[in-house]
């Protein structure tokens, strides 16, 4: 029976895998990197060796990011085990026609070595401000995916002036927010079992060092199956925010709506935020829905700051 649960939990974490890079081996992302975005950061950082982005020196790491456009700074954060270009490539060259937008790689991830460090939603979100600092961006707008998602809500918690509004899509702010089927795929991520996998394709062909995966994928498992209450931090958050979660995610619908509800509920402004579910989508296929994402998305971030 253990034999059989356990067969049945890895099945579940490379399916997960799986469907986290539905849309990884579909092309690559229209060029849309302007040649003033490129000449700025280069002056600085050192760009990537196939030219398409560059690297950082912030907490001790080499954080790999990409510049899109012109305008005012959006930075992207992908989920777990995958990078800005296979999360957001639907929707990077609409938003980028009026907007200067920073796809990053987390610690581990993607283009971004890995260092001697677990890695924890604090200590990406200080990552990001970091970055956002380093790049002179001021108060960013910040859109976070799952995983990412978390990291943004601890980037506004955290480092406040830093953050503009911020989108988050298919998140939790409490672990137990995660339906048992996906905390339990969480659990049974095996780095041997997913070899093969499209998103450990993505990896291989990105990553500096493709012997670092078996190290991602656990230290990427460790942070999933921790638990976390972030409820007095978001009760104080006043940044203006925008929830997404599929019709099919992988979290509870009411976990979403508390959130919403909570989010600066204990700040002078109160809360404001809110909810938008899109529809037709689950949680491994909605960044991909930029026909239905951009509507929402794009109203959102040209609305003033202090609009709920």
Request: aromatic fraction near 6%.
């Amino acid at each position: 029976m253990k034999t059989m649960k356990k067969a049945a939990f890895t099945l579940a974490a490379v399916t997960l895998s799986m469907l986290l890079a539905t849309a990884c081996t579909t092309g690559e992302t229209t060029d849309t990197n302007t040649a003033a975005a490129k000449s700025t950061a280069a002056v600085l950082d050192t760009a990537s060796a196939d030219g398409k982005g560059f690297y950082a020196p912030v907490n001790g790491q080499r954080l790999y990011y990409e510049i899109h456009g012109a305008g005012r700074p959006l930075v992207l954060i992908h989920g777990g085990l995958s990078t800005g270009e296979a999360n957001f490539a639907a929707l990077l060259p609409e938003l980028a026609k009026t907007r200067k937008v920073v796809a990053v790689d987390l610690q581990g991830h993607g283009h971004t070595p890995d260092i001697d460090r677990p890695l924890r939603y604090e200590g990406l979100a200080d990552d990001i401000a970091a970055l956002i600092t380093h790049l002179g961006l001021g108060k960013a707008d910040v859109l976070g995916y799952s995983l990412g998602g978390g990291v943004a809500l601890q980037l506004a918690a955290r480092t406040p002036d830093l953050v503009n509004k911020m989108i988050v899509a298919s998140a939790t702010y409490r672990s137990d927010g995660w339906v048992p089927e996906t905390r339990a795929g969480m659990a049974a991520m095996d780095p041997d079992a997913m070899f093969g996998s499209p998103i450990h394709d993505v990896y291989a062909r990105t990553a500096p060092n493709p012997g670092d995966w078996r190290a991602l994928v656990t230290k990427t498992r460790r942070l999933l199956t921790e638990n976390y209450d972030w409820t007095a931090q978001m009760a104080t958050v006043s940044t203006p925010a925008l929830f997404l979660t599929a019709e099919n995610d992988a979290l509870y619908r009411e976990h979403i709506r508390d959130l919403t509800a909570l989010l600066g509920s204990k700040t002078p402004s109160g809360s404001r935020s809110r909810l938008e579910v899109v529809p037709g989508t689950t949680h491994y296929d909605i960044t991909y829905r930029a026909d239905l994402l951009l509507p929402l998305i794009t109203p959102f971030l040209d609305s003033p700051a202090t609009a709920k």
